[in-house]
C-alpha cells in the first residue's frame, strides 16, 4: 500500500516552455500533497504544501506564479513549471499524506531545460 | 530554507561492517524519520520515531530519538552491498505537517 506515482519521470524541455508533472496517490486518498526540489548531490527542500481544493502555500523564496500547484482531487496534484529556464533544471520529487501522518513519496521527475 | 545537520556527509565502508550516522537539530521535533534514497528515485521510508529516547529496529536497521527532541542517530548491522545509497533524516514539528531534511549521508561499500 501507500504507492505514489509521478508522471513523467524524465523530461527534457527548451527554454521558455512550460512543463507540467503528475503526483497521484494509487491506493489512499491524501489530504495534502508536497512538492520537493532536489539539485544534484543536496537534500530535499520543499516547494510547497499542497491541500486538496485550496490554494498551495509556498515556501519562501519560491515563486507561486512560476511554479503552479493545482490539487484538484485527493488522488492527483499537478506542478506547472512555467516558463522554463536552464537554472529550473531539477529533479521534483512529490509526496502524499492522510493529514499530519508519514508522507510517502513519488519516484520524482528529472527536468531537463536546455 | 532550514535543514538538519547530519553526519558524517560520506562513508566508505567494507562489506560486513556497521555503520553508524546522526542527526542535530537547534530546534524540537516530535517526530524523527530516516529515508533511504536510490539514484534516480524518491526517497523510501525506513524507520519512524515518535517518543523521545525511543529505540526502534527494522531489520538489521536501529534507530533512536534523542531525549532532548533534538537529535537521533541510525545503525545499520552488517552491511550489503544493497545498504549503498543516500540516508536522509526529517524531522517533523508538533502539529506541523512539513518535514524538515538532513543534508544527507552517502554510504559507499568498498569491494
Known amino acids: 500500500g501507500a504507492v505514489v506515482s509521478q508522471h513523467p519521470s524524465r523530461v527534457i524541455c527548451k527554454s521558455g516552455t512550460s512543463v507540467k508533472i503528475e503526483c497521484r496517490s494509487l491506493?489512499?486518498?491524501?489530504?495534502?500533497m508536497f512538492w520537493y526540489r532536489q539539485f544534484p548531490k543536496k537534500s530535499l527542500m520543499l516547494m510547497a504544501t499542497?491541500?486538496?481544493?485550496?490554494?498551495?502555500?509556498?515556501e519562501q523564496g519560491v515563486e507561486k506564479d512560476k511554479f503552479l500547484i493545482n490539487h484538484a482531487s485527493l488522488t492527483l496534484s499537478t506542478l506547472t513549471v512555467t516558463s522554463a529556464h536552464p537554472e529550473d533544471s531539477s529533479f521534483y520529487i512529490c509526496?502524499?499524506?492522510?493529514?499530519?501522518?508519514?508522507?510517502?513519496f513519488g519516484p520524482g521527475t528529472r527536468l531537463t531545460v536546455l | 530554507g532550514q535543514q538538519l545537520n547530519q553526519s558524517p556527509q560520506s562513508m566508505f565502508i567494507q562489506e560486513g561492517e556497521d555503520v553508524s550516522m546522526n542527526c542535530t537539530s537547534s530546534?524540537?521535533?516530535?517526530?524523527w524519520l530516516w529515508y533511504k534514497q536510490d539514484p534516480g528515485e524518491g526517497p523510501v521510508l525506513l524507520i519512524a520515531l515518535y517518543k523521545a529516547g525511543e529505540l526502534t529496529s527494522n531489520g538489521r536497521l536501529t534507530a533512536q530519538f534523542g531525549i532532548t527532541r533534538k537529535d537521533s542517530f541510525l545503525n545499520i548491522s552488517a552491511s550489503i552491498p544493497s545498504d549503498v545509497g543516500i540516508y536522509f533524516c526529517?524531522?517533523?514539528?508538533?502539529?506541523?505537517?512539513?518535514?524538515?531534511f538532513g543534508t544527507g549521508t552517502r554510504l559507499t561499500i568498498i569491494p
Open positions: 526529517a524531522g517533523q514539528h508538533p502539529g506541523n505537517e512539513k518535514l524538515t
Open positions: 530546534s524540537i521535533f516530535n517526530t
Open positions: 499542497s491541500n486538496e481544493g485550496s490554494k498551495a502555500t509556498y
Open positions: 509526496s502524499a499524506a492522510v493529514s499530519t501522518d508519514t508522507q510517502y
Open positions: 491506493d489512499f486518498q491524501a489530504t495534502t
